[in-house]
């Protein structure tokens, strides 16, 4: 609605299969993904990919893959670095690349990224993006045969489309990525890694997707999870070891009370040192 009343043109989130009309804007439902075909639209509740339902990677694989160079991808102000996996396959696909001018953007993370692994073709002040993506709409794309497609953006576009059943999707994997010894963040399934170009891609049996550097964060996270939650149990085990001292005194049982309470002062320093990790 934000959008639709500052815009000339109409806007709304289209649902599955929709065709997709000229001088139409298109938002994203939150919490679907949002995919190009040919003629239509896919919205459906696939992985997330860098912890994104929607994810802008995602859109652009799927445009890449339907329009090639016919498409023109652009990056602006965001966290990390989420876009630069798809604006390197738009490229690979003959299509453009735009991103905003890092130096203004108020979280300039994506389009510096963007720019550190793709050969960007346009960066500019978001004033004048309108006036260009005018200009390089009117002008004509590459050749498309120049630009073919691989079989990395078959499977990926596949899985994000879920359009394979178990056995596929795991061949599929196997014949685009290398499984490492790590394991999911969101599922715990294992992981691929996909091809050796930066940044790093993984991807996991389910089809979540990351990049290193997200992937690294949600590394992160869990061992903070984890490490609360070490906590937790040795705190209840504390109280419990307390409580028990205590009835062993009623009961007169002073030396079965005192290794209740050694056991509960040992926990004690067990998670000091267990915070002091995490803080």
């Keep these: 609605k934000l959008l639709g009343d500052v815009s000339?043109?109409?806007?709304?989130?289209?649902?599955?299969?929709?065709?997709?009309?000229?001088?139409?804007?298109?938002?994203?439902?939150?919490?679907?993904?949002?995919?190009?075909?040919?003629?239509?639209?896919?919205?459906?509740?696939?992985?997330?990919?860098?912890?994104?339902?929607?994810?802008?990677?995602a859109l652009f694989r799927s445009a890449a893959r339907a329009h090639g160079s016919g498409v023109i991808g652009m990056v602006l102000?965001?966290?990390?670095?989420d876009g630069t996996v798809g604006l390197q396959t738009i490229k690979k696909r003959g299509g453009l690349t735009v991103v905003q001018d890092p130096t203004e953007a108020a979280y300039p993370s994506m389009?510096?990224?963007?720019?550190?692994y793709v050969k960007i073709d346009h960066t500019v002040p978001i004033v004048e993006a309108g006036a260009l993506l005018v200009r390089l709409v009117a002008e004509p794309a590459p050749a498309q045969e120049d630009f073919p497609t691989s079989?990395?953006?078959?499977?990926?576009?596949?899985?994000?489309?879920?359009?394979?059943?178990?056995?596929?999707?795991?061949?599929?994997?196997?014949?685009?990525?290398?499984?490492?010894?790590?394991?999911?963040?969101?599922c715990e399934g294992a992981i691929w890694q996909l091809g050796e170009e930066e940044p790093l891609k993984l991807r996991c049996h389910?089809?979540?997707?990351?990049?290193?550097?997200?992937?690294?964060?949600?590394?992160?996270?869990?061992?903070?999870?984890?490490?609360?939650?070490?906590?937790?149990?040795?705190?209840?085990?504390?109280?419990?070891?307390?409580?028990?001292?205590?009835?062993?005194?009623?009961e007169g049982l002073v030396p079965e009370a005192e290794a209740y309470e050694r056991e509960a002062e040992g926990l004690d320093e067990k998670i000091a040192a267990v915070r002091k990790l995490i803080l």
């Design 111 to 116: 389009p510096r990224t963007a720019l550190s």
């Design 77 to 81: 102000t965001g966290y990390l670095d």
């Design 206 to 250: 389910v089809g979540h997707s990351f990049t290193g550097e997200v992937f690294a964060r949600e590394q992160s996270r869990n061992v903070e999870r984890a490490l609360w939650s070490a906590i937790r149990i040795m705190e209840e085990k504390v109280t419990f070891s307390r409580q028990l001292a205590a009835r062993k005194r009623k």
């Design 8 to 57: 000339a043109l109409p806007v709304s989130s289209p649902v599955d299969h929709e065709t997709f009309l000229p001088g139409h804007i298109y938002v994203a439902a939150p919490d679907y993904q949002l995919l190009v075909n040919q003629t239509s639209v896919r919205v459906l509740r696939g992985p997330q990919e860098n912890r994104y339902r929607p994810s802008i990677d």
């Design 151 to 186: 079989p990395e953006l078959e499977i990926e576009s596949d899985i994000a489309e879920q359009l394979m059943n178990t056995q596929q999707f795991l061949e599929s994997v196997e014949q685009i990525g290398t499984r490492t010894t790590t394991t999911c963040p969101d």
